[in-house]
Structure formats: structure tokens, C-alpha cells
């Protein structure tokens, strides 16, 4: 810029050559006056406060000049190069209310008419060597200024200016790294995140009051307090802002705002092993940021950065031993629950406990199909369930690992957002598969994620034994072959029944000329027919009664609490049902028989009786 260049030469000192215009006697009763505020300016700098920040400074300094020099008012200009003009910063008297003005690239020193009664001298100087500055003195036509005057006085106040800018920006600097020094003995003191987070703003509010700023955190840091924290949004679709610059290089980075005009800075939260933020101050004018304060910003975030990784390392140990800890306690409560329904329902209230679910699935496969545990939550017996669990099985069997997601989009699926999934594997094969949903967005984190992973895989053990256990009882009670009760256990239901009940009744079946079936057609054939004839009467009993395998070709129904009458017709219908639905066509025989408390018969009686009838229908015509 031509008037950058212009003025950037050294400041005119007293004795150098004036334009011939100024070479006039200067007025003696202004440079009375202007001796008087350089011996005033003494007595003031001795008794100068230098804790204030500049603009006050240079207030005090113009009050000073315009009480010696009988002035209306003096104002102190910073020019500001996006803008391309100066902005008032202090004034003699109140606030530097002024409006901006334009460079003047040819002179020095200004005299303007301002208007009225009053003209304006405009000293121009630079405060340093990146700043220009000017100063305004207002005054009365009638009471002029001599020009040489003017000069001398832009002379003095451009050394006074950088002076009192440099006095001030030592103490500031003193200052500031004082803050720096309490900062990160406070932060590197404690292990909490949350203090570091405080301490943080804190500081910054201390070393820069007319400052804003922001934490840009990502989702995985809680939001706590009334702390000025905004979601660092991780998306590769959008555009990479400064903020995403600055976190991903680790790099300080900055831009200019132009609604309004602000300038704004991006320092990351950088530690040793990752970037955990970054800070977002902002300035209230538009301005590039002065390569000292980016160099202390640095070092705070910095420093916030090494405290940051020291706390989350520590609550990183805290969690896992909390994790640790979590893991044995589940494991020894699922041990407790032989029963596989009882452990599902205990490891669905503990993941909605210890992860904030909504709801909680667990899938078994076998035999190339997905089943439903009893236990889950009902969500996932609803056809709701279906889009989630789809999600979930498509990633699963591309090669995706990560079964997880913190938002998905809402009008694919439904009213969850967040989810993770984790299978159920043993001896490096998947037995199954864990889903836990939330509806609130980013309500799972990784470290959720991969703990739920641990959880499922140590739990699968004892859920594996827990269905072995039952698939044992149930081998133990079952046939092999038709699938029916044993006779040991249809024995232990009758006396059970005959306990507690008032009355029940006992089919047994026999299938007529068995042995030349096995003669025809073959043994194989014959146990199809067994089967046929078990299926057939497991079609045509309640869930409460109880069908079994008598023994080689005989089969029994125990009907508890059913009269004679209707126990006698449901053989009758079984009778039926075997001769219409079997192939090759067979027929069964059978004998009923039946008790009731006041006859005070036994198991053995109750048999012997639906035997003996069995017998006689063979003869039967």
C-alpha cells in the first residue's frame, strides 16, 4: 500500500531540517504551553499505573496533552489494513466515539477544516513496525496551531506512543505468561477433564477480556457445565473448514469473518499421542492476529494439550479398571443363572444400565437362520426391529468390524440413532450377535463400543453352557427318535399330577402290525412311521399335556385334569388323524384310562388299566 510505504521511514527527531513553510518562529505561548505538558508528562509517567491495558494509557496521556494545550479533544487512531483505514482506540475525553478515516498517503502532518468553529490536526506516525497510528487534536480556528509546533508534537508522540506501546507490552507479556505459568501449574495439578476445560477459558478470559471463544470438542467429550463448548463435526462430505484444518494438521489456523468483521483463530488442543480439540477465539475487530499472540496462544493450547492427554490417560486407567471390574461382576452373576432365558434377561438390564440402551437384542445362529433369544427386550419381536438389524448383518457380512454407528439417519430407520453391535464368537467362530440401540444420537462412544465387544465375548461362554446344559436336560427327558418325552419323565409328571391334581387321564397307543411294516418296507421306513405317528399326536394334544414313547412301537398321552369323556374322544380323533395323515397308511389301537382323587389309585394302577384296555381293543371287532 503507497501509504504504508510513505511511512514507513524514521520518525522526525528534533533536529532535523523542516520544509521551508515551517521554518517560522514558532509561537511562544504555545511552546509554553507544549514545555509545560512535557514537564506535566514527567510528573505523570513517574506516577503511572502500568497494569492497564494501552488504550487506557493513551487516554490519560491525551487528557494530559488537551488540558496543556487547550484543545476540545484528542483522539488516538490504529489503522486497521483489512478496512484500509484508521478506528479510534482512546480519547482525551469519554469514549473514542469518532468515525473511521481515510489514509492520507502524502502527509505527515494534516490540518483540516472539521467543520464549524473548529479545525483538526492529523499527526501521523507508526507505532511499530507493523502498526500505523495517528493522532486528532481538535481545536478552535481562533486558537491555531503554529506547523512547526505540529511537527515537534508528532515527533514526541510517536516516541511516546511506542514508548508507553512497548512499557505496556512488556508488562502485558510479564503478565500473560504469568497467567501461562499458574495455567499449567493448576491444570498439570489436577487429573480431572473438567478442570483443564475450566482452567482453560479461564485463562483466556484473564489475558484477553474483549475476546470469545469456543472448545471444539468431538462427540466422545460429554458436554459439562455452562463451559462454551460446540461439536467439532467430523464429515467428509462438507467442505474442510479452518476448524477441521486446524485439528486434523494440528496446526494453528486462521480467517477472516466478513458479517461482522471479525478475525478468528484456530489453535489445536494437541498432546503427545493425538489432538484432542481446538480452541476458537475470536476478536472483536478484523485484524490479523500479531505473531506474539499467536506464539502465546500456541503455548497455551499447547500446554492444555499436555494436561488434556495426562487426565484422559488417567481416566482411560480409571475406566478400565471400572471395566475390569464390570466384566467380573457380570460374569460371576451369569454363573449364578444356569438357565440361558435368565442370563439373556440379566445381560439386557446390565448393557441398558451400564451403556444407557434403549433397547437390547441377542441373536443366535444355527443352521443358517437368525433366532431370537428369549429375553431381549420386545422391541426386537417387532417388525420395527427389522431395519436396525438389517444395518447391523449388512456390515457384518461385507467385512466391517466397527458395528457401530453414533447417528444414522432417522428416516431410514426409526426413532434410534445410535448403534452398536457385537457378536457373540467362540473357538473363532460367531455364535451369534449382541444389538444395543439408544434414540438419543451419539449416545454410544467407542470406548462404549469396544467394551460391549469385551462384555458379549466373555459372556458367550456361559451362555454356550447354558444352552448345553438345557440341550442336555432335554436329551435326557427326550426320545431321540420322535422327539417325544421318555417314559422316565411322563412316569415323574403323573405322580406330580397325581399330587396336585383332581384328576387326569392316560392314553396309550399302539401301532398296529408294526413288525410287518419293518418287514416291507424296511427298518428306515418304519421309524419314518414312528415319527409320522408322534408328530400326529403332538398336532392334536395341548401344550400342558404330555406325549411320549411307551416303548418300541407305543406311544402315551397323559391329560391332566380332563374327564373321561373327553380324554376318549381325543383318542378318537387321534385314531383318526394317524390313518388319514400317515403314508404308508397305518392304524393305531389304543387304551384309555382314567383317575380322580377319591379313588385313591396310584401311577401303577393308572397303567396297568390303560394297558389292559389297550389289549382288548386289539380284539376288538
Not at 147 to 157: G, K
Not at 203 to 231: A, C, E, M
Not at 271 to 284: F, L, N
Not at 562 to 579: F, G, M, N, W, Y
Request: hydrophobic share 45%; proline share 4%.
Amino acid at each position: 500500500m503507497q501509504f504504508l510505504e510513505k511511512i514507513c521511514h524514521p520518525i522526525l527527531s528534533f533536529g532535523m531540517m523542516m520544509p521551508v513553510w515551517v521554518e517560522k518562529a514558532m509561537n511562544k505561548e504555545e511552546m509554553k504551553r507544549y514545555e509545560s505538558f512535557k514537564q506535566k508528562f514527567f510528573h505523570w509517567f513517574l506516577a503511572f499505573q502500568d497494569d492497564g491495558p494501552f488504550s487506557a494509557a493513551a487516554g490519560e496521556l491525551l487528557a494530559l496533552l488537551k488540558e496543556e494545550l487547550a484543545l476540545e479533544q484528542a483522539v488516538f487512531y490504529l489503522y486497521d489494513p483489512v478496512r484500509a483505514a484508521f478506528y479510534p482506540e482512546a480519547a482525551a475525553v469519554g469514549t473514542p466515539d469518532a468515525g473511521p478515516i481515510a489514509a492520507d498517503g502524502e502527509r505527515k502532518v494534516a490540518v483540516v477544516d472539521a467543520g464549524g468553529p473548529h479545525m483538526a490536526a492529523r499527526l501521523f506516525f507508526m507505532l511499530s513496525d507493523e502498526t500505523p497510528a495517528m493522532v486528532e487534536l481538535m481545536y478552535r480556528k481562533d486558537g491555531g496551531f503554529d506547523e512547526r509546533l505540529l511537527w515537534e508534537i508528532r515527533t514526541d508522540l510517536a516516541r511516546l506512543f511506542r514508548k508507553l506501546s512497548a512499557v505496556l507490552q512488556g508488562e502485558g507479556e510479564e503478565k500473560r505468561y504469568g497467567q501461562l505459568h499458574h495455567f499449567a501449574a493448576k491444570i498439570h495439578s489436577s487429573m480431572h477433564i473438567d478442570v483443564v476445560l475450566e482452567e482453560i477459558i479461564r485463562t483466556l478470559q484473564n489475558v484477553y477480556p474483549s475476546f470469545t471463544y469456543h472448545l471444539l470438542l468431538s462427540h466422545d467429550n460429554h458436554l459439562r457445565g455452562n463451559l462454551p463448548i460446540k461439536t467439532l463435526v467430523l464429515d467428509e462430505r462438507e467442505k474442510q473448514t479452518a476448524a477441521l484444518r486446524a485439528f486434523l494438521t494440528g496446526q494453528v489456523q486462521c480467517e477472516e469473518m466478513e458479517a461482522p468483521p471479525r478475525s478468528v483463530l484456530y489453535a489445536p488442543i494437541k498432546g503427545v499421542q493425538a489432538v484432542y480439540g481446538v480452541i476458537e477465539i475470536i476478536a472483536p475487530y478484523a485484524a490479523p492476529f500479531p505473531k506474539r499472540e499467536i506464539h502465546f496462544i500456541s503455548l497455551l493450547a499447547s500446554t492444555a494439550g499436555s494436561a488434556l492427554e495426562n487426565a484422559k490417560l488417567y481416566e482411560q486407567s480409571r475406566r478400565l479398571v471400572a471395566d475390569l471390574q464390570l466384566i467380573n461382576d457380570t460374569m460371576r452373576q451369569l454363573n449364578a443363572r444356569p438357565r440361558l432365558h435368565e442370563a439373556i434377561e440379566y445381560m439386557v438390564s446390565q448393557i441398558q444400565q451400564s451403556f444407557g440402551a434403549d433397547e437390547v437384542g441377542f441373536f443366535l445362529f444355527a443352521d443358517g437362520k437368525r433366532e431370537l433369544l428369549p429375553g431381549s427386550t420386545p422391541f426386537f419381536f417387532d417388525h420395527r426391529s427389522e431395519p436396525y438389524i438389517e444395518w447391523v448383518e449388512k456390515r457384518r457380512q461385507s467385512g466391517n468390524d466397527i458395528l457401530f454407528a453414533g447417528d444414522v439417519c432417522v428416516s431410514a430407520f426409526g426413532s434410534f440413532r445410535s448403534i452398536m453391535a457385537a457378536p457373540m464368537q467362540q473357538n473363532k467362530e460367531t455364535k451369534g450377535l449382541c444389538i444395543a440401540l439408544a434414540s438419543e444420537p451419539y449416545r454410544f462412544t467407542f470406548e462404549m463400543f469396544k467394551l460391549l465387544e469385551s462384555l458379549v465375548q466373555h459372556s458367550t461362554l456361559a451362555f454356550m453352557n447354558a444352552m448345553l446344559r438345557e440341550e442336555l436336560e432335554k436329551m435326557v427327558v427326550t426320545d431321540y427318535l420322535t422327539k417325544l418325552h421318555t417314559r422316565r419323565y411322563l412316569d415323574e409328571v403323573i405322580q406330580t399330577s397325581m399330587g396336585s391334581d383332581a384328576s387326569g387321564a392316560l392314553i396309550l397307543f399302539d401301532i398296529d402290525n408294526f413288525k410287518q411294516i419293518n418287514d416291507v418296507y424296511g427298518h428306515q421306513t418304519g421309524d419314518g412311521v414312528l415319527v409320522q405317528v408322534a408328530e400326529t399326536v403332538r398336532a392334536n394334544i395341548r401344550d400342558g399335556d404330555v406325549a411320549a414313547r411307551w416303548g418300541g412301537e407305543e406311544l402315551a398321552v397323559y391329560l391332566p385334569k380332563v374327564p373321561l369323556s373327553d380324554a376318549i374322544s381325543i383318542a378318537r380323533r387321534i385314531t383318526e388323524k394317524v390313518r388319514e395323515q400317515t403314508i404308508p397308511t397305518v392304524t393305531v389301537s389304543c387304551g384309555v384310562s382314567w383317575w380322580e382323587r377319591q379313588g385313591c389309585e396310584d401311577a401303577k394302577q393308572l397303567f396297568k388299566r390303560a394297558d389292559a384296555a389297550l389289549y382288548i381293543s386289539h380284539f376288538a371287532p
